[in-house]
């Protein structure tokens, strides 16, 4: 018996909402509000690396995200507090029958917070009808560092995304003032998939943001990167703005990027955050 997919079949969309805030308590950080309805869940707060650093792993039950699922994530970090997010495994968008799914990520960071927004990559089928937005509101000397991994189909089967539509929008502002804006659209006919200007044939693309605050932190730092590699070769680069560092993988191993941006994280985060690199426990299951 061939499989149905989510997408195909007779069911509700799932509408769904999980909000979090993260507050520290004296050297801690914990998870002093966690609201949700519909299929978003946090099971509870970890600490792998001690008090300081709550770790909060987003659950989505159905597994995938299928036409006319919208699901919103909130996550506020109050002054001082240090908030990690990751998944358990890989996102899926699942085919559609014709309407558009959309996953929104609202998150804001005190003067003084941490926000790391890890989660494993994402993978679009062909066909998928995807739209996610992504907002990062800073205030004072609040941290952020987060990434993101696409798969366009799933390329282990021989997918390729064909049809469909992704349409992508990130804003990171600090005081009210811009660090990073892009919105980007994509059919599953479109020349940017194949143009050099674009995914230029790549099955996978990556992109891993961490904000600075200090000029000071740029140069050493971009080069300590820079001698980093993906392990599979693939096309990669790594610029810092005025107040962003941004290194981009594109390819066609979604292991591979995601080896290489715990590589960077591995140096960005005790220069940046101040604490050593301790990947999750999730990431090995």
Not at 118 to 125: C, G, M, R, S
Not at 227 to 248: E, F, Q, S
Request: proline share 6%; aromatic share 6%.
């Amino acid at each position: 018996m061939i499989p149905v997919e989510p997408a195909l079949m007779n069911a509700a969309h799932w509408q769904a909402d999980l909000s979090l805030e993260f507050s520290a308590r004296g050297m801690a950080t914990i998870l002093s509000d966690c609201r949700h309805h519909g299929p978003l869940r946090v099971q509870k707060a970890l600490y792998p690396e001690g008090e300081a650093v709550c770790q909060a792993i987003v659950l989505h039950p159905p597994s995938g995200i299928a036409g006319g699922d919208h699901l919103r994530i909130v996550a506020r970090v109050t002054e001082s507090a240090h908030a990690q997010l990751t998944t358990p495994g890989a996102g899926k968008w699942y085919r559609s029958a014709g309407d558009d799914a959309s996953q929104t990520l609202d998150f804001s960071v005190r003067d003084g917070a941490i926000l790391e927004w890890l989660p494993q990559e994402t993978i679009i089928f062909d066909g998928a009808r995807s739209r996610m937005q992504t907002r990062v509101v800073l205030t004072g000397g609040a941290r952020y560092l987060g990434w993101e991994i696409l798969c366009l189909g799933r390329s282990a089967s021989g997918e390729r995304f064909t049809h469909g539509l992704i349409a992508l929008h990130t804003r990171i502002e600090r005081e009210g003032n811009v660090v990073w804006l892009e919105r980007g659209q994509l059919a599953g006919d479109d020349p940017l998939l194949v143009s050099p200007t674009g995914w230029a044939g790549a099955s996978v693309g990556g992109t891993l943001l961490a904000t600075l605050v200090s000029r000071d932190e740029v140069g050493p730092l971009l080069e300590a990167c820079r001698t980093i590699a993906p392990p599979d070769g693939a096309d990669h680069a790594l610029t810092a703005l005025p107040n962003l560092l941004v290194a981009r993988y594109l390819g066609h191993n979604s292991e591979a990027a995601r080896l290489w941006f715990v590589s960077l994280w591995q140096v960005l985060r005790p220069a940046l955050l101040g604490r050593a690199a301790v990947p999750a426990r999730i990431w090995n299951t």
